[in-house]
T-cell receptor, first 112, second 113 residues
Framework: AQSVTQPDIHITVSEGASLELRCNYSYGATPYLFWYVQSPGQGLQLLLKYFSGDTLVQGIKGFEAEFKRSQSSFNLRKPSVHWSDAAEYFCAVAPSQGNLIFGKGTKLSVKP | SQTIHQWPATLVQPVGSPLSLECTVEGTSNPNLYWYRQAAGRGLQLLFYSVGIGQISSEVPQNLSASRPQDRQFILSSKKLLLSDSGFYLC????????????FGSGTRLTVV
């Protein structure tokens, strides 16, 4: 069965520092991969998605993610974090024509 | 443009009472519709999805049910709420031809007391 693991439950970074949120998936083939962000009490907003092609994907708000097939990973990165990036981040996978499967999320706190 | 509406935003209900959460999508037709529940520390769990009117698939057995009486309307219901039904409920939609462009509603915070 497909699964998604986000090993970090909570991460704290200083404003202006770089950020990397980890995501590993389990699936027999290359799935569709996504990162979503959720502000407190809000719905989910899509940051970026990977279907095929270039393994480095650019998203909104200055985020990017890199698909590494050999490591079954799809880590999210941002070179310089802003206080407004504090939120919860979800990695998700979907097999072809299947439904989204989410990780348990990583909560990001930003220190001033 | 397409929009998704979900209401109410917050709800406090006693144990044993019924539940009805509504989700509607505007600006599109024949979307796939989804209900997710988010419980603390458990991520997002897919509860139900629908590919058309009257077509409901359940992902997990539970105290809840879903219905799709109209093309762009998706309702989550319960006859008798349990404490364990508390959580944040999110509705989402996507088009079959759109490669996984899921759009989520703003959610309903349900507290069962």
């Amino acid at each position: 069965a497909q699964s998604v693991t986000q090993p970090d439950i909570h991460i704290t970074v200083s404003e202006g520092a770089s950020l990397e949120l980890r995501c590993n998936y389990s699936y027999g083939a290359t799935p569709y991969l996504f990162w979503y962000v959720q502000s407190p009490g809000q719905g989910l907003q899509l940051l970026l998605k990977y279907f095929s092609g270039d393994t480095l994907v650019q998203g909104i708000k200055g985020f990017e993610a890199e698909f590494k097939r050999s490591q079954s990973s799809f880590n999210l990165r941002k070179p310089s974090v802003h206080w407004s990036d504090a939120a919860e981040y979800f990695c998700a996978v979907a097999p072809s024509q299947g439904n989204l499967i989410f990780g348990k999320g990583t909560k990001l706190s930003v220190k001033p | 443009s397409q929009t998704i509406h979900q209401w109410p935003a917050t709800l406090v209900q006693p144990v044993g009472s019924p539940l009805s959460l509504e989700c509607t999508v505007e600006g599109t037709s024949n979307p796939n519709l989804y209900w997710y529940r988010q419980a603390a520390g458990r991520g997002l769990q897919l509860l139900f999805y629908s590919v058309g009117i009257g077509q409901i698939s359940s992902e997990v057995p539970q105290n809840l049910s879903a219905s799709r009486p109209q093309d762009r309307q998706f309702i989550l219901s319960s006859k008798k709420l349990l404490l364990s039904d508390s959580g944040f409920y999110l509705c989402a939609w996507r088009l079959e031809i759109d490669s996984y462009g899921y759009t989520f509603g703003s959610g309903t915070r349900l507290t069962v007391v």
